[in-house]
């Protein structure tokens, strides 16, 4: 089983940027894609994702305001988040593509305050 471990949230006025790190304890190559996830009030969704050549999917909600990224050889994935608006308070989670639901970590709470 593989251990996730989130962080990089906090509190940050609208305009403001975050960067998300997800450590993996295991390879982070074995996810393919990998991916960050949010959850708000009753709903986790698929935020954004890396495949393992580094060709990126993002949801329509942020396109052209975040920017996934992974170094595998580091087993780390970042959500560069720029340009927050208040919609994208969450809690922030790494996971994969399809997800593995034994593997969700603690999430890192975002919350951006208009």
């Known amino acids: 089983q593989v251990q996730l471990v989130e962080s990089g949230g906090g509190l940050v006025q609208t305009g403001g940027s975050l960067r998300l790190s997800c450590a993996v304890s295991?390879?982070?190559?074995?996810?393919?894609?990998a991916a960050w996830y949010r959850e708000g009030p009753g709903t986790r969704r698929l935020v954004a994702a890396i495949?393992?050549?580094?060709?990126?999917y993002y949801a329509d909600s942020v396109k052209g305001r975040f920017t996934i990224s992974r170094d595998n050889a580091k087993n780390m994935l970042y959500l560069q988040m720029n340009s927050l608006t208040p919609e994208d308070t969450a809690v922030y989670y790494c996971?994969?593509?399809?997800?593995?639901?034994?593997?969700w970590g603690q999430g890192t709470q975002v919350t951006v305050s208009a």
């Open positions: 495949q393992l050549d580094e060709t990126p």
């Open positions: 295991g390879r982070l190559s074995r996810f393919r894609p």
């Open positions: 996971n994969k593509v399809p997800v593995s639901t034994s593997d």
